[in-house]
């Protein structure tokens, strides 16, 4: 596993961040023989695709970063995501009121893997909305109580994660989500709780995807938005209306609005959701 940790201040300055990320790794017993290439003071418009591209092309598979990204960066994130490179962020006060506006995950609802990570006793003790949480760093290698240090120990066992189950991130966080909480649940703090590794690990690939339940709100009149809940190991949403595709949404966005102003009146109106893998298709 190649991993690329880029610092926005000097590592001196982020204490045993990397020996996080390694212990996080090696905390089933395994031995971290990967490569991590530390980058010191790169600024938030220094990540764009000409910045990720060499990375991509020498086979890096997760990019770490010290300090919240910023929707500046939501298309360069996509472009590392859909090669195979997935954003580790943590969440502070300068993310903070951004997760609240779009729920738990950075870029809307995509698996940016935002987390703060720092627990205590089993339960998140930030009060920022994370995706998955861990012990207090503190009790880590005597790390500083501070959350960002929760997020490369995370960070490495979902490295050691998806190097034992082989496929994707999507494949290896669907994992975790289903083996860190109770049938895919989401909490608003806590998120989906402490990953277990061996668990996560174990979690067969070809599970059947489960049935998405589907809400709708009519938010003025013709208006609906549609939302439903994240179905783990799921690459895209399908939106039918009137038994007619209306949409194909991309993992891991749960929301849909259309407006049936000038649908005929006189005809039922009713949507249908289900989710989507490869060729595998969960019921509606």
């Known amino acids: 596993m190649k991993i690329l940790y880029c610092f926005s201040t000097t590592q001196s300055g982020e204490p045993e961040a990397v020996d996080q990320f ?6 089933e017993g395994a031995t971290w023989g990967g490569t991590m290439t530390v980058l010191e003071n790169i600024e938030t418009g220094d990540i764009d695709t000409d910045f990720i591209q060499p990375y991509l092309n020498s086979g890096y598979e997760m990019l770490l970063r010290n300090t919240a990204l910023n929707d500046v960066l939501l298309d360069d994130y996509i472009f590392a995501k859909e090669n195979g490179m997935l954003f580790v962020v943590p969440v502070g006060d300068n993310a903070f009121v951004d997760i609240r506006n779009t729920n738990y995950s950075y870029f809307g609802n995509n698996y940016s893997m935002i987390t703060c990570g720092a627990g205590l006793n089993g339960t998140n003790q930030t009060s920022y909305p994370c995706f998955f949480f861990d012990a207090d760093p503190s009790d880590i290698l005597g790390g500083v109580p501070y959350q960002s240090y929760s ?8 490295c050691y994660i998806k190097e034992q189950r082989g496929g994707d991130w999507d494949d290896t966080i ?15 703090i806590n998120g989906y709780g402490i990953i277990d590794v061996s668990a996560a690990i174990a979690k067969l690939t070809n599970d059947d995807l489960q049935i998405p339940v589907l809400e709708g709100t009519e938010t ?16 895209s949403y399908e939106v039918y209306f009137r038994n007619e595709l209306i949409a194909t949404v991309t993992a891991h966005i749960t929301t849909y609005a259309d407006d049936l102003s000038r649908q005929d009146k006189t005809r ?4 249908r959701v289900r989710a989507k893998r490869n060729n595998e298709y969960s019921d509606w």
Request: glycine share 10%; net charge negative; charged share 20%.
């Open 22 to 27: 390694i212990a996080g790794y090696e905390s």
């Open 151 to 158: 997020v490369p120990y995370i960070a490495g066992k979902m």
């Open 268 to 271: 039922k109106n009713y949507y």
């Open 174 to 188: 669907g994992a975790c989500i289903l083996t860190a909480s109770e049938n895919g649940t989401f909490d608003e």
């Open 220 to 235: 003025s009149e013709g208006n609906f938005t549609l939302t439903w809940n994240e179905i783990p190991y799921a690459d």
